[in-house]
């Protein structure tokens, strides 16, 4: 009697695809880039163009989507915290080195290819990939019974798949410009206003705000009483005005603001405070919906209350407080703004 082993298994299959060749190539293809900041990216709508369209074509399920990507240190971007949580996608990040290079990517792809293949998961794999480095897992998996199907992007001239790769693969497909367009938009940037307009004012002082390390008076005091220094004996005899600010308070308070920490540590990062501003935004995005998040717009200034709620999410996520830090702070919110500002088509600089 047959084992459940040589029991002919249903039809399916799974989508691996290599995100940095496929952006890159499309980048290159579609806007002329060479570089990932150049261009936005509409990745939930394209992975599900990219099932919609295997589905047409592959007989049987789709088990799901295997997305490999690479990150500094394997720290997921916002946009890849956005695709982990998507249905029926599993995202797999390498390492990306100072060189911009993808270490580990094809080492994660033959694994699970192979695994599922092995363990007769899926009778067929749509490998969307141009790297001979996936020569080895196409091999494996053919191997084991499994049909691989290769997708790659229209070039800009001659091929942009390595020969061996297109050899060995089963059916191969180059999916064309028009079905690419969609997805990607060339990074837009913030127009500059005309001099002496109520916006260039707005960004001078946002300028302002985060070049300039000592805060000026109404930032010291935006939204909460100003802190009052205890007078000398002889002046304790007038009586002071409730909320008045003194040149001894506003000296107080910039010194308290610009003060270093009491244990001398050096604050958080700037990259990860961006990050942790972008992940905050995006969270804020799904949770209270993109009306609610527009009208904080035209920014880059944010209402005490909401400034204190990023606050107290980006200290959940580092794990300590940043209010020693003013720099951190003013990092974390220019990644709150730049991921507010994408969603909503416009763009914004960060501080130098």
Same mark, same amino acid.
């Given at each position: 009697?047959?084992?459940? #082993?040589?029991? !002919?298994?249903?039809?399916?299959?799974?989508?691996? /695809?290599?995100?940095?060749?496929?952006?890159?190539?499309?980048?290159? $293809? $579609?806007?002329?880039?060479?570089?990932?900041? #150049?261009?936005?990216?509409?990745?939930?709508? $394209?992975?599900?163009?990219?099932?919609?369209?295997?589905?047409?074509?592959?007989?049987?399920?789709?088990?799901?989507?295997?997305?490999?990507?690479?990150?500094?240190?394997?720290?997921?971007?916002?946009?890849?915290?956005?695709?982990?949580?998507?249905?029926?996608?599993?995202?797999?990040?390498?390492?990306?080195?100072?060189?911009?290079?993808?270490?580990?990517?094809?080492?994660?792809?033959?694994?699970?290819? #192979?695994?599922?293949?092995?363990?007769? *998961?899926?009778?067929?794999?749509?490998?969307?990939?141009?790297?001979?480095?996936?020569?080895?897992?196409?091999? &494996?998996?053919? @191997?084991?019974? =499994?049909? %691989?199907? $290769?997708?790659?992007?229209?070039?800009?001239?001659?091929?942009?798949?390595?020969?061996?790769? /297109?050899?060995?693969?089963?059916? %191969?497909?180059?999916?064309?410009?028009?079905?690419?367009?969609?997805?990607?938009?060339?990074?837009?940037?913030?127009?500059?206003? &005309?001099?002496?307009?109520?916006?260039?004012?707005?960004?001078?002082?946002?300028?302002?705000?985060?070049?300039? !390390?000592?805060?000026? !008076?109404?930032?010291?005091?935006?939204?909460?009483?100003?802190? %009052?220094?205890?007078?000398?004996?002889?002046?304790?005899?007038?009586?002071?005005?409730?909320?008045? =600010?003194?040149?001894?308070? =506003?000296?107080?308070?910039?010194?308290?603001?610009? &003060? &270093?920490? *009491?244990?001398?540590?050096?604050?958080?990062?700037?990259?990860?405070?961006?990050?942790?501003?972008?992940? %905050?935004?995006?969270?804020?995005?799904?949770?209270?919906?993109?009306?609610?998040?527009?009208?904080?717009?035209?920014?880059?200034?944010?209402?005490?209350?909401?400034?204190?709620?990023?606050?107290?999410?980006?200290?959940?996520?580092?794990?300590?407080?940043? @209010? !020693?830090?003013?720099? *951190?702070?003013?990092?974390?919110?220019?990644?709150?703004?730049?991921?507010?500002?994408?969603?909503?088509?416009?763009?914004?600089?960060?501080?130098?």
């Amino acid at each position: 009697m047959a084992t459940s #082993e040589y029991v !002919p298994q249903p039809a399916r299959y799974a989508i691996f /695809v290599d995100a940095g060749y496929l952006y890159a190539a499309s980048g290159a $293809l $579609l806007l002329g880039c060479g570089s990932r900041r #150049e261009y936005r990216v509409a990745a939930e709508k $394209l992975i599900k163009a990219l099932t919609d369209h295997a589905d047409e074509q592959r007989r049987g399920e789709l088990l799901r989507v295997y997305w490999f990507d690479a990150a500094p240190k394997r720290q997921p971007t916002v946009d890849q915290r956005v695709i982990a949580n998507l249905p029926l996608v599993k995202l797999r990040l390498g390492n990306l080195n100072a060189q911009g290079q993808q270490k580990g990517v094809d080492a994660q792809l033959r694994a699970d290819l #192979e695994a599922l293949a092995r363990h007769r *998961a899926i009778t067929d794999a749509v490998l969307l990939a141009g790297d001979e480095d996936m020569l080895p897992a196409v091999e &494996a998996a053919q @191997r084991y019974g =499994v049909r %691989v199907h $290769l997708w790659g992007v229209e070039p800009t001239h001659g091929s942009n798949q390595a020969e061996w790769l /297109v050899w060995e693969s089963d059916t %191969v497909e180059v999916l064309p410009a028009e079905f690419l367009r969609p997805y990607f938009t060339k990074a837009k940037v913030l127009p500059v206003p &005309a001099p002496g307009s109520a916006a260039a004012v707005r960004d001078a002082a946002a300028a302002a705000q985060r070049t300039n !390390p000592v805060p000026s !008076p109404s930032q010291v005091f935006a939204g909460r009483p100003p802190a %009052v220094k205890p007078a000398p004996a002889a002046a304790r005899a007038a009586v002071p005005v409730p909320g008045a =600010v003194t040149p001894a308070t =506003v000296a107080a308070s910039l010194n308290s603001a610009t &003060a &270093a920490p *009491a244990d001398g540590k050096l604050g958080p990062d700037r990259d990860h405070m961006l990050e942790i501003g972008e992940h %905050v935004a995006q969270k804020w995005i799904f949770e209270r919906g993109r009306d609610n998040i527009r009208d904080l717009l035209p920014g880059p200034i944010l209402p005490p209350v909401i400034d204190k709620e990023l606050l107290i999410e980006a200290e959940k996520e580092l794990g300590g407080s940043l @209010r !020693p830090y003013q720099e *951190a702070r003013t990092w974390l919110r220019d990644g709150f703004w730049e991921r507010v500002y994408r969603e909503f088509g416009i763009g914004i600089g960060k501080s130098d």
